[in-house]
């Protein structure tokens, strides 16, 4: 069993940065792919940054390319997702999930946090 917490989540402007976390209790962290996901109101969860085990293999939306970077650390059992030049259409649930392999779908992972809220205002 996995367990995921999310933080790091709050209240910004557009433009302006967020630092989410993602802490897993489970010895084997690093054999784990690791993703984000976010859930705006009324909308489907969406794919958002995805990494593998090593942290060697990374994948995200195009809606984030460039803005959002995604990390880890093995030896934390963490992994981070750095939002640079947000926008009021970043605004969502943010969760995090682990899985098998580095993948794009929720269905492709195991586990899953409760979330943090990212408000970005205009």
């Known amino acids: 069993q996995v367990q995921l917490v999310e933080s790091g989540g709050g209240l910004v402007q557009a433009g302006g940065s967020l630092r989410l976390s993602c802490a897993a209790s489970v010895r084997t962290f690093s054999s784990y792919a690791m993703g984000w996901f976010r859930q705006a109101p009324g909308k489907g969860r969406e794919f958002v940054a995805s990494?593998?085990?090593?942290?060697?293999?990374?994948v995200y939306s195009k809606s984030v390319k460039g803005r959002f970077t995604v990390s880890r650390d093995n030896a934390k059992n963490t992994v981070y997702l750095q939002m640079n030049t947000l926008k009021p259409e970043d605004t969502a649930v943010y969760y995090c999930?682990?899985?098998?392999?580095?993948?794009?779908?929720?269905?492709?992972?195991?586990?899953w946090g409760q979330g943090t809220q990212v408000t970005v205002s205009s």
């Open positions: 990494i593998s085990t090593s942290g060697g293999g990374t």
């Open positions: 999930a682990a899985g098998g392999f580095i993948g794009t779908i929720t269905s492709e992972y195991d586990y």
